[in-house]
């Protein structure tokens, strides 16, 4: 049963003077109390009901009694909708497409401009990515890791922990990035692959080696190449947090690296309190000394 005939079930209890209470209304439609909450915060700050709890009465009541419910509301699925639509019409950089935007924005309870007349260009649409988009989101500005059940393009089915980080499309896909806690390293996903989806109540994991320029929006190709590996002996141990790379083992004071530039790799090096020492492989060490020596010699003012 969705929130319109839980609402309309509250707003009839409370003209009777029943005063519901959220423990009446998530027993009368079994659902939790924190979705019950939701339905009077969506009453009160999306349809403007002045309803309020009575201490003396132990329930909610309206203030007004002349309010009447709107003849008709937006439900959460589709305000997840106009969310998702507000984002994509916003990259259109057209006048009527930002207004429609703006109109999404605003329908979906975040905005409050108010937009008129406008004329609607055509743009393609899902459900199950406007779902998808609005609970990644939702995780995102929590803060939270995500629960999905996620089709790979094997076509495997699998559960999965994400720690999700960046919304980013290509042509007409979204996908995003986080950090899966499946394979223990960063994955890109496509949203319409996704099936159900939960935010969890667990803080995200920050990943150190997460690059968010690295994800924008449509990237011409992705490619996923080998990582190079190589193992780094410090003078003393490091925190793996500070490790801007993934490190996929670890003897005492030496790890084992994964990098995909040589150029950042070093130059992160470079950035470091201790002392290193590159073990192998041998030509990253010699791509060390060149740099070395190309620093020493603009100091020395010589040509390179």
Known sequence: MGNFH?????DGAIKEKRYPCIKTISEQFEISDRQAYRDIEYMKYSLGAPIEYSAKEKGYLYTDSTFTLPSFFISEEEKAALKFLSVQYSKIKEESSQNLARLFSRLSGQDDEIISQISIPFYQFSVGNAKNFSTVQSAISQDKKLDMSYVNYQGIFQQRTVSPYKIFKNGDRYYFVGYCH???????????????????????????????????????????????????????????????????????????????????????????????????????????KQKIKKIYSMNEGEPL
């Not at 969890?200 to 990237?219: A, H, L, S, T």
């Open 6 to 10: 839980r609402i309309q079930w509250i």
């Open 182 to 288: 499946l394979k223990q390293d960063l994955r890109v996903f496509r949203l319409d692959r996704a099936g159900s989806m939960a935010v969890r109540e667990e803080k995200r994991y920050k990943c150190p080696y997460y690059d968010p320029e690295k994800y924008v929006d449509d990237m011409t190709y992705f490619e996923y190449i080998r990582p190079y590996k190589c193992t780094i002996e410090f003078c003393e141990e490091m925190d793996e947090q500070n490790i801007k790379f993934k490190v996929t083992s670890r003897n005492g004071k030496r790890y084992v690296i994964e990098f995909f530039s040589s150029h950042d790799l070093l130059g992160w090096l470079f950035t470091v309190s201790s002392k290193f020492k590159i073990i192998e492989p041998v030509w990253l060490k010699e791509k060390l």
